[in-house]
């Protein structure tokens, strides 16, 4: 026992040896090492929060190791240029991340870009979207820059013999890095493995792979456009078509079955607008009074959740004109836009009415001058094309000029093509947010009386407690919005196109502001023109949760016919996905929907069940975060069976990968050939 312990002993000290002999003889590589890894390990902690979690640590370490074993192969005095290259590298995944995570509340992928242009349309929005954290990664490559100068300085690299050894360390740090994976590896299970090869739930791949692995992967993921067709085309065939054998939709009649038939349709998408809006007022004032009215006035769904991805808008129309996912990989606007796909557009087109789209920005924003003809729409009317750029607003054409020219094209097509469904995207309520804050009647300051305690006297205060943030900007650009589609529907009338007219407005997503605004905003403290303190009585904190479920959206169906108007008139409280209003709309107005829905006509079934493209999702009971394994009661009073949370999660993964699967490998259109062809036709 002695023996053993003296020659564990002699080993460790050997092994201490060769550590610090390795470390003094390759500065660079280890201050290349230490550096990526703890700024991987800062981006959690920024994000996902999991700063100690050991997976994510051994990941990036893993591939911090790899990366750094090539440098060997160059000459000593080259090797800085070979770091301080992957440093910059890595340093930009995390603050790119960064911005995108508090932002977005995802991770970024390199599929966006491929509409990197766009960045140039909201280049001013940079200011509004970055933190001071976000900048705090350049330390890692400015360390290097430091440290190789100091050690030019000192004559390190001359006393390095060039290549020498080469082999030995390349050999110790890809051994090094096959221990870490290996032990990496241990931390793993099947789940864990399938969500990194799935790729669509970001944060919790970030979560459980860190962020350099996820980044490498969803490098791999973004060229599946030109791959994955090549691959795996029968498994997904396969396991489609069980799918929709097993899940058939069936028509159902209820008592909105054809109540609009025969009647035109405008959908407008109505940008950044979220739900809470509707309810909002500032000094007495409110913030979407048009939208309160049409939403009192009609059919209005107040449990309304869009189902975007990193495609943000694209996605939204993507989903609602398809009843399908987004793309787990890319955007379907972009990466697959020369796929198949049954439509609500190609529906009411097959019932002979004009399909049209409408857009006061350019036709190549989010591909949609391609996208929009594989969709199924006849015209797109867009920008500079077939609208006067009178009034620009933000990044472009304003809402209110889109509308008032809009109203005399839509007068045209109603004369010249008969019935229509036409499709209008706002714009002016997009990020940043900018261009209005001088011209809005609406007044973000705060007034209260203040009583002296002493005197008695009262005196009006008046904070400015909103002017400046992005949040106030946000309310600015809504109420104008709302403006502007209050003077659409007087503008429609004036046409006379209202009587025979169906509007339905939808939110394409949420306005994406910080958490920490809603926060400040709902905890406003007057008295001291700040945010209550935690501890303060007052305090309320707007949770993580809170602000998830806050991100819903709304959706309104409204007509003039006072008849159908009385039909329709009430609120739907239950959860509604956008993947629903498809199945919904075609039902309401007798047109066909598509086989392959993953939506439901949302009055043909007692089951609500939304799926996020994150794989989290929300029924009548609870809000279900699979990131984090969370479960947040909607329903207090509500029984919980004991799978229940499993055969939900289940569901959404399978209909993730189906509706994946139909985007990349075509699935509809191939299948459909290959039937035809079983059956001679």
Same mark, same amino acid.
Request: aromatic letters at 14%; hydrophobic letters at 30%; charged letters at 35%.
């Given at each position: 026992m002695k023996n053993f312990l003296n020659k564990l002993a002699g080993l460790l000290v050997k092994v201490r040896k060769d550590v610090v002999y390795f470390l003094k003889n390759n500065v660079l590589f280890s201050a290349f090492v230490i550096s990526s890894l703890l700024n991987g390990i800062l981006l959690r902690a920024f994000t996902v929060k999991n700063i100690f979690s050991i997976s994510p640590i051994l990941a990036d370490l893993t591939f911090i190791l790899f990366v750094g074993s090539f440098a060997y192969f160059f000459k000593p005095k080259y090797r800085f240029r070979y770091y301080i290259t992957w440093s910059i590298i890595l340093m930009l995944v995390c603050l790119i991340n960064s911005i995108y995570y508090t932002n977005y509340i995802s991770f970024t992928s390199f599929s966006l870009l491929a509409t990197s242009f766009q960045i140039i349309g909201v280049s001013d929005a940079l200011q509004t979207i970055m933190d001071l954290q976000d900048f705090s990664y350049l330390w890692a490559p400015i360390m290097l820059i430091f440290l190789h100068h100091k050690l030019k300085k000192s004559g390190y690299y001359s006393r390095l013999r060039a290549n020498k050894d080469v082999k030995v360390s390349v050999l110790r740090v890809l051994v090094s890095a096959v221990v870490v994976m290996i032990l990496f590896a241990s931390t793993l299970t099947g789940t864990d493995i399938s969500r990194l090869h799935k790729q669509w739930n970001r944060e919790y791949v970030v979560m459980k792979f860190g962020i350099y692995v996820y980044q490498g992967n969803d490098l791999i993921a973004s @060229? !599946?456009?030109?791959? /994955?067709?090549?691959?795996? $085309?029968?498994? *997904? *065939?396969?396991?489609?078509?069980?799918?929709?054998?097993?899940?058939?939709?069936?028509?159902? %009649?209820?008592? $909105?079955?054809?109540?609009?038939?025969? =009647?035109?349709?405008?959908?407008i998408h109505a940008e950044s607008i979220m739900n809470y809006l509707l309810d909002a007022e500032i000094n007495g004032k409110q913030v979407a009074p048009n939208l309160k009215r049409l939403a009192s006035e009609g059919m209005y769904f107040s449990n309304f959740y869009a189902q975007e991805s990193v495609g943000t808008s694209s996605d939204t129309e993507f989903t609602l004109s398809t009843s399908l996912l987004p793309a787990s990989s890319g955007t379907v606007f972009v990466s697959y836009y020369d796929r198949y796909y049954p439509s609500i557009q190609k529906s009411f087109k097959n019932s002979d009415y004009y399909v049209f789209s409408m857009h006061a920005n350019k036709g190549n924003y989010w591909n949609r001058e391609a996208m929009h003809k594989t969709l199924g729409y006849d015209n797109f009317y867009y920008y500079d094309k077939d609208y006067e750029l009178d009034d620009m607003i933000g990044l472009g054409l304003s809402d209110k000029s889109f509308f008032r020219q809009s109203s005399k094209i839509i007068r045209k097509i109603k004369d010249e093509k008969g019935s229509y469904y036409g499709t209008l995207l706002m714009l002016t309520n997009h990020t940043p947010f900018e261009g209005l804050e001088d011209t809005t009647d609406l007044d973000l300051t705060y007034k209260y009386t203040k009583t002296d305690e002493v005197s008695g006297e009262s005196t009006e205060v008046i904070n400015n407690y909103l002017k400046g943030t992005t949040l106030g900007k946000y309310f600015t650009t809504a109420h104008y919005a709302d403006e502007a589609l209050g003077e659409f529907i007087d503008e429609l009338e004036n046409e006379g196109l209202l009587d025979d007219l169906v509007i339905v407005i939808y939110g394409d997503h949420d306005s994406k502001i =910080?958490? *920490?605004? $809603? %926060?400040?905003?709902?905890? &406003?403290?007057?008295?001291? %023109?700040?945010?209550?303190? #935690?501890?303060?009585?007052? $305090?309320?904190?707007?949770?993580?949760?809170? &602000?998830?479920?806050?991100?819903?959206?709304?959706?309104?169906?409204?007509?003039?016919?006072? !008849?159908? /108007? !009385?039909?329709?008139?009430?609120?739907?409280?239950f959860?509604?996905?956008?993947?629903?209003?498809?199945?919904?709309?075609?039902?309401?107005?007798?047109?066909?929907?598509?086989? +392959?829905?993953?939506? +439901?006509?949302?009055?043909?079934?007692? #089951?609500?069940?939304?799926?996020?493209?994150?794989?989290?999702?929300?029924?009548?009971?609870?809000?279900y975060d699979s990131q984090n394994n969370q479960a947040i009661m909607l329903d207090e009073n509500a029984v919980i069976e004991a799978d229940?949370? %499993? !055969?939900? /999660?289940?569901?959404?993964?399978?209909?993730?990968?189906?509706?994946?699967?139909?985007?990349?490998?075509? @699935?509809?259109?191939?299948?459909?050939?290959?039937? =035809?062809?079983?059956?001679? #036709?």
């Open positions: @060229l !599946k456009p030109q791959i /994955s067709p090549l691959f795996g $085309y029968d498994k *997904a *065939a396969k396991e489609f078509r069980e799918y929709y054998k097993e899940n058939q939709i069936k028509k159902s %009649d209820n008592e $909105y079955t054809d109540i609009f038939k025969g =009647k035109n349709v405008l959908v =910080k958490r *920490a605004e $809603y %926060d400040y905003y709902y905890n &406003y403290n007057p008295a001291t %023109d700040s945010k209550f303190k #935690e501890d303060d009585p007052e $305090y309320n904190e707007f949770t993580k949760y809170d &602000y998830e479920l806050n991100r819903k959206v709304p959706l309104i169906i409204w007509t003039k016919d006072k !008849k159908l /108007s !009385k039909k329709i008139n009430k609120e739907i409280n959860p509604v996905g956008m993947y629903d209003v498809f199945p919904t709309l075609s039902n309401m107005f007798g047109v066909s929907n598509s086989k +392959h829905s993953l939506g +439901h006509d949302v009055f043909n079934t007692d #089951e609500h069940f939304i799926i996020f493209p994150n794989s989290n999702f929300i029924t009548d009971k609870m809000y229940y949370i %499993d !055969k939900y /999660s289940k569901r959404a993964e399978k209909e993730i990968a189906v509706s994946n699967d139909i985007i990349v490998h075509d @699935l509809i259109k191939k299948t459909e050939e290959s039937d =035809k062809v079983l059956k001679g #036709e």
